[in-house]
């Protein structure tokens, strides 16, 4: 099952700040963050992994609830060069399948 | 540059033809991972090779999909028969372990 992010685009101005939320209906045992700009590969941002654990960008903070199920992604002070899609991703239980969220489409205007 | 290298970048192909792809992963990864996205959508998921093992196969890759990881180096994917459908981004990915994925910039089919 795909996790929901939500939400589905957002546009922001300069210096503002967003959240990005990753839903899923199974367990996660660890989620990452990646972005993907138009027409390039997805980029590491965050890895999050059960117990707290975090690994990742410095400008860009994240939250993993695992009861809940969820994690949200935090952009502060956004950059121009926040714009992109953003996805969650994590590994399907009992698996080797990996998963990518719906995507959130965020722009950044100046 | 993530280190991940993808050829051909572009492969433009005639309905019916069969058309192959290579990913070289970064050297000591020993996890690598196929996807397919078209536009709009997120990555799809198709295989995962545990260094030269194909341990997971999606449900998605039907017959004519097959893909190979020979002495646990470089990978292949091979679609046979090629329909308009397949039609898409083709996504390597190698990890050290369960952790980061460090994505190709990616092979971009065209099937006319």
């Known amino acids: 099952q795909q996790p929901v992010q939500s939400p589905q685009a957002v546009i922001l101005r300069e210096g503002e700040d967003a959240v990005i939320n990753c839903s899923s209906s199974?367990?996660?045992?660890?989620v990452h963050w990646y972005r993907q700009k138009h027409g390039e590969a997805p980029v590491f941002l965050m890895i999050?992994?059960?117990?707290?654990e975090q690994k990742g960008h410095d400008k860009i903070s994240a939250s993993f609830n695992e009861k809940k199920q969820q994690s949200s992604l935090y952009l502060t002070a956004s950059q121009l060069s926040y714009s992109g899609t953003y996805f969650c991703?994590?590994?399907?239980?009992?698996?080797?399948?990996?998963?990518f969220g719906t995507g959130t489409r965020l722009k950044v205007l100046a | 540059d993530t280190g991940v290298s993808q050829d051909p970048r572009h492969k433009i192909t005639k309905r019916g033809q069969n058309v192959t792809f290579r990913c070289d992963p970064i050297?000591?990864?020993?996890?690598l991972y196929w996807y397919r996205q078209t536009l709009g959508q997120g990555p799809e998921f198709l295989t995962y090779?545990?260094?030269?093992?194909?341990?997971?196969k999606s449900r998605l890759l039907s017959d004519r999909f097959s893909a190979e990881r020979p002495k646990g180096s470089f990978s292949t994917l091979e679609i046979q028969r090629t329909e308009q459908g397949d039609s898409a981004m083709y996504l390597c990915?190698?990890?050290?372990?369960?952790?980061?994925?460090?994505f190709g910039p990616g092979t971009r089919l065209t099937v006319l």
């Open positions: 990915a190698s990890s050290l372990g369960a952790d980061i994925q460090y």
């Open positions: 199974k367990a996660l045992y660890s």
């Open positions: 999050l992994l059960k117990g707290g």
């Open positions: 991703g994590t590994g399907a239980s009992g698996t080797y399948k990996y998963i």
């Open positions: 050297s000591e990864h020993n996890r």
């Open positions: 090779f545990q260094n030269e093992a194909q341990l997971e």
